[in-house]
């Protein structure tokens, strides 16, 4: 039976249309999800939107019309950013479906039931931007303004249940000691341990200013506080509150989730504040809350007041010059996985398009194809040629042989395989394609050192010339297996191109990586992958 693996996304705030950051942290997880199932791993991907809450139903007036009316319009534009971008996510879940809220409300009772919420009153800070309430001393520090978007915090003062978060120090502190990759990366967790120390509050649970959200079992005047409906939607997907129901049967198995896919802006919510709440269900914890960076674009940071977020309409303008493939490889290897956020140039994009891309990717596997169907009429030769030992012996002043003895293509397309596969299952995206994409610049480096169109001129050098494209079209073959994740549609047409019939979700990647896969005599057509594109004009006008 496959190992299972389940990833999450964050589900995204419906106040407003969805933008590159929503874009960005979908991609990783369907790019770690295509990977995994591909390497024969029993895969849950899920995402979706949050629709309860103040800043909902504050827009929703401003515009006349319902918190619900609202929240459908953009749930709409969220899912489909599915289709546009190629996501492979299992299930999309909305807070207002009923499965959601009904089980949000078993969980919440739960928590009654064990004393772990209570009734009590807050005045205090509270950052509406987040829905977040901000101890004193926090507030202190960050001059009254929120750390997200800058605006002032808002004195508040409510009657409300609390969760007693508190009462988690110390279990919290040992998951920290015990579980170092709980939070990644390091600095992210760095961050928590640090707010940890400053100890734990008991956080509110519930909301009467205002009416949309989930209500409090047996007490509807009270809403549910958001965060705490948010959060829940990881384990109502699964059913994990309604054990006598389909979903239940059919996806508890998945947890607890292998990967929790974030923004670092709410990392405290789900590396103090969720697993506190799961340790008081008794329900197991994540494995990893992965935080990543943000997009910043030109330089600078993104905002609604300069205008210069990077929206549904510019990434659909980039998808159209460049390609789907291209804006997910630039999403997958130039993105903000690390500590540090990640600047969006448009300049730099086409520079990544031509560079790897164009020049290597696309060249090498055209330049590969078209010297077999220019030499040997498009069918793949054998992988024969000299014997190695007896080249390894041979001298010459024109020592062509020696080349393929030094390259042991069976060996160093095995380390890639190994070691793109092993920085997937850690995340680390752009070392995992970076693998593959090393792989395709030997080939490049192999070619311009045997300078096979020049045996091609020397019959008795026939069998070698053979075993030379050969191997360059195998190598480049694995490639294809390890890139389809992040660029599926141009790795299925190469596949295609080499007459081969691939189905990643039948878990063959490691089978398929071998050495040999590749059959002589097959059939090779011309490839153009990645034509070249010379000019970012196009884009640059449309920013």
């Not at 790019?31 to 504050?58: C, N, P, Q, S």
């Not at 956020?341 to 300049?347: L, T």
């Amino acid at each position: 039976m496959p190992k299972r693996i389940y990833i999450t996304t964050p589900i995204y705030y419906v106040n407003d249309k969805p933008h590159i950051g929503h874009a960005y942290t979908t991609t990783v997880c369907d790019v770690y999800a295509r990977f995994m199932r591909f390497a024969g791993w029993d895969v849950f991907f899920l995402t979706g939107t949050d629709e309860h809450g103040m800043r909902i139903e504050k827009v929703a007036t401003g515009r006349a019309m319902s918190p619900q009316q609202l929240a459908d319009e953009n749930a709409v534009a969220f899912q489909q950013l599915s289709p546009l971008l190629g996501f492979t996510n299992d299930d999309f879940i909305r807070t207002t479906e009923p499965r959601h809220v009904r089980q949000v409300q078993t969980f919440v009772q739960k928590l009654v039931d064990t004393q772990t919420v209570y009734l009590g009153e807050f005045e205090g800070w509270y950052d509406e931007g987040q829905e977040e309430y901000i101890p004193q001393t926090k507030a202190r520090e960050l001059d009254y303004r929120s750390p997200v978007n800058n605006l002032p915090l808002v004195r508040a003062k409510e009657h409300n249940f609390y969760f007693r978060l508190s009462a988690f120090q110390g279990r919290l502190e040992s998951l920290f000691e015990k579980n170092p990759d709980f939070v990644r990366p390091e600095a992210r967790r760095n961050e928590v341990l640090g707010r940890l120390r400053e100890g734990l509050q008991d956080v509110p649970m519930s909301r009467t200013n205002f009416t949309w959200g989930v209500p409090m079992p047996h007490d509807p005047g009270h809403v549910i506080y958001v965060w705490i409906d948010a959060l829940m939607n990881y384990i109502t997907a699964l059913g994990l509150g309604e054990p006598d129901s389909d979903a239940y049967r059919q996806r508890s198995k998945y947890w607890p989730a292998t990967y929790h896919i974030i923004g670092k802006e709410i990392l405290w919510f789900h590396a103090v504040i969720w697993p506190a709440v799961l340790m008081a269900l008794d329900l197991p914890l994540p494995k990893c809350v992965y935080a990543h960076s943000f997009w910043i674009r030109e330089g600078q940071k993104m905002s609604k007041s300069l205008g210069n977020f990077i929206d549904l309409t510019t990434i659909k303008q980039y998808v159209d010059r460049y390609g789907l493939d291209a804006w997910r490889y630039y999403m997958a290897t130039h993105g903000p996985l690390g500590a540090t956020d990640a600047d969006f140039r448009a300049d730099h994009f086409h520079t990544v398009y031509n560079t790897d891309l164009a020049n290597t990717l696309g060249n090498c596997a055209s330049r590969t194809a078209a010297m077999i169907n220019k030499y040997f009429d498009g069918f793949v030769p054998a992988e024969a040629g000299p014997n190695e030992s007896a080249l390894a012996d041979e001298e010459g002043p024109d020592d062509l042989h020696r080349p393929i003895a030094d390259h042991d293509w069976p060996a160093i397309t095995k380390e890639a395989v190994s070691s793109s596969t092993a920085a997937m299952e850690k995340i680390d995206l752009a070392r995992s394609i970076g693998c593959a994409i090393g792989l395709v610049r030997k080939v490049d480096a192999f070619i311009n050192l045997t300078e096979p169109y020049k045996l091609a001129k020397d019959e008795s050098k026939r069998g070698e010339l053979g075993a030379i494209l050969y191997q360059c079209l195998e190598a480049v073959r694995i490639a294809s297996l390890l890139l389809w994740a992040v660029m599926p549609g141009k790795m299925s047409e190469l596949w295609s191109a080499l007459g081969l019939s691939i189905e990643p979700d039948a878990g063959r990647l490691a089978e398929l990586a071998e050495w040999g896969g590749l059959e002589p005599g097959c059939r090779v057509r011309k490839i153009a992958l990645f034509p070249r594109v010379d000019t970012l004009s196009v884009i640059e006008g449309a920013a």
